[in-house]
């Protein structure tokens, strides 16, 4: 393939552009400027992309895969931008952490170009972000889940397999809607606690004194509370209402084991850690 486009030059566009550059995957790697964002200049001279878009339209006809890699609010307008210019032979793929939105999204913008979408969410993330965040290696035997539709070109899904595999990952399918539903519950409510803890310390009086007493279960706890905001306020809410439905049964965990302390129910409240601990004892030892 000739050319790939790059909305989004962060933490997974800027991995991307990096390990594609490596194993010369493409002839020229192109990075969108964000309007306001960090200027990508300097990641023209150290090779990360070989150049910044000046003439998008034309950037678009002549991409042969274009990589959408905004936070997910963004999505549907650069849909918009993409659709009147994109070429039939061009893929284009996500990388958002939701998918039935940005599915509906494609359909509604694409229109007859549908067939050349593929939702795809890398789990390869981390709290930090920005392009110099972007790492070799980021998508290294990790999973990248594709989220296709009946209408998804099958040549154009096989080549979009091909390049994450190329990149290191190891390709798994999903229904969007299921999708969603599991990364509410094992990726979006964590980080939304996460928030809540940190948010909770700052709102004490002796806030600086808890933080300088923080030790390395608070720090592993909460590290992912370092995370973009704008990324999880836009995932919040695009999936809201699988994790309002988790947020809900968070809560009657909570409310449970309240109860119990209050109850000074010694046997049920350890009975209980002890099912958790055990949970998370086998499974850290098969991963």
Partial sequence: MNNLLIFGVGLIGGSIALESQKKQMFNQVIGVQREG??????FVSNGMIDRISEDLNKDIKQADFIVIATPV???ENILKIIAP????RTIVIDVGSTKSNIMHFAKKELKEKFSQFV????????????PSAAKI???????IILTPENETDP???ELT???????GGIIKTMRPLEHDQIFSTISHIPHLIAYNMVNLIAGKSNTDTLLKFAASGFKDFSRIAGS??????DISLANKVAILNDLDLFVKEINKTALLIKNEDYIALEKYFDVASKIRKNWSEKN
Avoid at 161 to 167: G, I
Avoid at 228 to 233: A, I, R
């Fill in 228 to 233: 973009s905001p704008e990324v999880w306020k």
């Fill in 37 to 42: 964002g960090t200027s990508l200049s300097s």
């Fill in 73 to 75: 609010a963004q999505i």
């Fill in 85 to 88: 210019s994109l070429s039939q």
């Fill in 119 to 130: 939702g795809c969410h890398p789990i390869a993330g981390s709290e930090q972000h920005g």
């Fill in 155 to 157: 040549n154009k899904l």
């Fill in 137 to 143: 290696n980021l998508f290294k035997n990790r999973d």
């Fill in 161 to 167: 397999s091909k390049f994450w595999k190329d990149l």
